[in-house]
Structures are given as structure tokens and as C-alpha cells.
């Protein structure tokens, strides 16, 4: 009997065993699958959080070894990597986008960092940094009021930063190193530094002295060109003050954006009437 005409009956028998053994498309059964080629689904191997009989702690998931770099994250640049000088102090300007590595503009940087820092540090510190988060509310101890001048003014960006990678007196405050990226700890640095050099100002000097005459005067823009503060401009700058910066250099020295549900349309509509009376 020649191979070929041995193998036509065994693939027809498979087909047919297959046929009757397996449900037809929709069944629902509590059976395994019935794996002809047994494939990766089946093979022995460890799941997250399961139970491991070869390590002597019996944990699955292992720690890194000290120091371990994962492929393609390794930065030189200790300015960048740690918020430190060559000599280990904390720095006090902000590392430029193109050494932390972000593509994109100033404008693009502070989003990132507003969207992270409202995932990653809002619940505790707040909507605007004043310590008064849900979880502070709670009763969770110390939690920093990051607009405080006096705080404000001894943070550097490069402690913000270090606060964000190592986290805080001994874990008071833990560390964010796992969930935020180098770029994304440096972006909401940049976005701290933006709540800090507008709110933590304006404890001093009141609103109303800084918004005097603002109302129809002319700004100055980012890109060099200017405006007129009309009614139409408060009321953007009020649920959007990145849309426009009024800046030059590293950090604006606009403000943290009121959406609808911080401020209602009524309260924009009189705060920009009481500008108006301002002049
Ligand atoms: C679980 C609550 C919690 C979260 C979430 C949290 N923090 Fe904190 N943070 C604290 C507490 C508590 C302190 C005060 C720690 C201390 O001094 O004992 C603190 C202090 C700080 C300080 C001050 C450090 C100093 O040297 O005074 C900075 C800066 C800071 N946090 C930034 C952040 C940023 C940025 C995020 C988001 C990535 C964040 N925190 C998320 C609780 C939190």
C-alpha cells in the first residue's frame, strides 16, 4: 500500500471525528475545546497572580533585579532621567522638550500633563494642587497644598519631578514611576509649575488688582501677535486659557481651565460683567 493512499482514509477519519466532537458554531458548552493541533492556549505556563511551585516565595510575577533597564529606556541624560544636576542637586529649570523627549509643542506638553495630573495626583492634591482632594477629605493625612506660596516657592522643578519618580517621605506619598513615562513625569511637573506661578501668585496680590483694565485692553500672544480682551476672550480664557497663551518662555503664566461644571455659564457671564466695572 503506497503512503498517499494511506493518508486520504486518516485525514477523511479525522474530519469526521472532528465533525461529531466538536459544537457547531454559537453551542455553548463547559467542556475544554477539543484541540486537534494543541496550540498556545493549552500550553503549561504561568498566569499573572498565580501560584509558582519553583520560586522558593512562590510568587509568579518577579521583581526586576536591581537596576534593570527595560530594552529601549535607558536615558543618559540625568538631568532628564533624575530632575539632577551632576552633582545631585535638584534642578530648577525645566529640562527642554526636545531632551525629555516630547514631540510636540508647549501647548501639546501642558495637556499631557493637565490630562495626567487629573488621573494621577487630582484625587489626592486636588483640582488645582490645594491639598483638598477626595482622598485628603477622607481623612488622608498631610497631603501637600502644592499652591501654598511658601511651598510653591521651595519646590523646584526638578523636586516636583523627583517627588513624582521616588515618591514622598517614605512612601507617604508613594511613587508614580510605574504609571507615568519620563515625558508624562516632566509634563505634569510643567503643569504643577503652571497651577503654582498662577494660583499660588494670586494669594498674594488679589484677583481683582490683576484683572483691573483688563477688560478691552490689548494682549500679548505666544506667537508675538496681539488681541483685544473683548468679552469673547475673558470668557475663552476662563473654560480654556491654554487656547491663547499670553506667554513667553518656558511657563505660561496663564491658568488652569474652569470647565462648565467648576464654573457655570451665569457665574463666566458675571465674572466677566464684573470686569467690565474693573476698568
Ligand atoms: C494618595 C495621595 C496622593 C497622591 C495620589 C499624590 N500625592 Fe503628592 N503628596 C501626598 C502627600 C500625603 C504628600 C505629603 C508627603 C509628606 O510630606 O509627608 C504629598 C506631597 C507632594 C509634593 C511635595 C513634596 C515636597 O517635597 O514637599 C509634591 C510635589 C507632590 N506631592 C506632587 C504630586 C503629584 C505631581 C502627584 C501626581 C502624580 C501626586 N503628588 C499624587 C499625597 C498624594
Redesign the pocket.
Known amino acids: 500500500m503506497s503512503l498517499s493512499s494511506l493518508i486520504k482514509p486518516l485525514v477523511a477519519a479525522g474530519i469526521t471525528a472532528a465533525a461529531i466532537t466538536s459544537c457547531k458554531p454559537g453551542d455553548v458548552s463547559r467542556q475544554t475545546p477539543i484541540h486537534i493541533n494543541p496550540n498556545m492556549d493549552s500550553q503549561e505556563k504561568y498566569k499573572a497572580q498565580s501560584e509558582s511551585k519553583f520560586f522558593e516565595d512562590g510568587r509568579t510575577m518577579r521583581t526586576p533585579v536591581a537596576g534593570t533597564v527595560a530594552h529601549g529606556s535607558f536615558i543618559a541624560d540625568i538631568t532628564v532621567a533624575e530632575g539632577k544636576d551632576a552633582a545631585g542637586n535638584f534642578v530648577k529649570e525645566m529640562p527642554s522638550l526636545a531632551a525629555i523627549g516630547f514631540k510636540g509643542d508647549m501647548k501639546a506638553f501642558l495637556e499631557r500633563g493637565q490630562n495626567?495630573?487629573a488621573i494621577?495626583?487630582?484625587?489626592?492634591?486636588g483640582a488645582v494642587?490645594a491639598?483638598n482632594?477626595i482622598?485628603?477629605q477622607k481623612g488622608?493625612?498631610?497631603?501637600?497644598n502644592?499652591i501654598d506660596p511658601v511651598?510653591a516657592a521651595?519646590?523646584s522643578p526638578g523636586?516636583?519631578y523627583s517627588?513624582?519618580k521616588n515618591g514622598?517621605?517614605n512612601g507617604?506619598?508613594?511613587k508614580?514611576d510605574a504609571e507615568?513615562s519620563v515625558s508624562d513625569?516632566w509634563a505634569?511637573?510643567a503643569y504643577?509649575r503652571l497651577l503654582q506661578s498662577t494660583l499660588a501668585k494670586k494669594v498674594e496680590a488679589p484677583a481683582s488688582a490683576s484683572l483691573k483694565r483688563v477688560m478691552d485692553s490689548k494682549r500679548k500672544l505666544a506667537d508675538g501677535s496681539g488681541v483685544v480682551a473683548d468679552e469673547a476672550y475673558i470668557i475663552e480664557s476662563i473654560r480654556n486659557p491654554m487656547a491663547e497663551l499670553a506667554i513667553g518662555g518656558m511657563m505660561p503664566s496663564g491658568m488652569t481651565p474652569f470647565p462648565e461644571a467648576a464654573i457655570s455659564n451665569a457665574q463666566v457671564k458675571d465674572l466677566s460683567e464684573s470686569l467690565k466695572t474693573l476698568k
Open positions: 495626567r495630573f494621577s495626583c487630582v484625587p489626592c492634591h494642587g491639598g482632594g482622598i485628603a488622608y493625612p498631610g497631603v501637600a502644592l511651598t521651595r519646590l523636586q516636583i517627588a513624582i514622598v517621605n507617604n506619598m508613594r508614580f507615568l513625569r505634569v511637573t504643577v
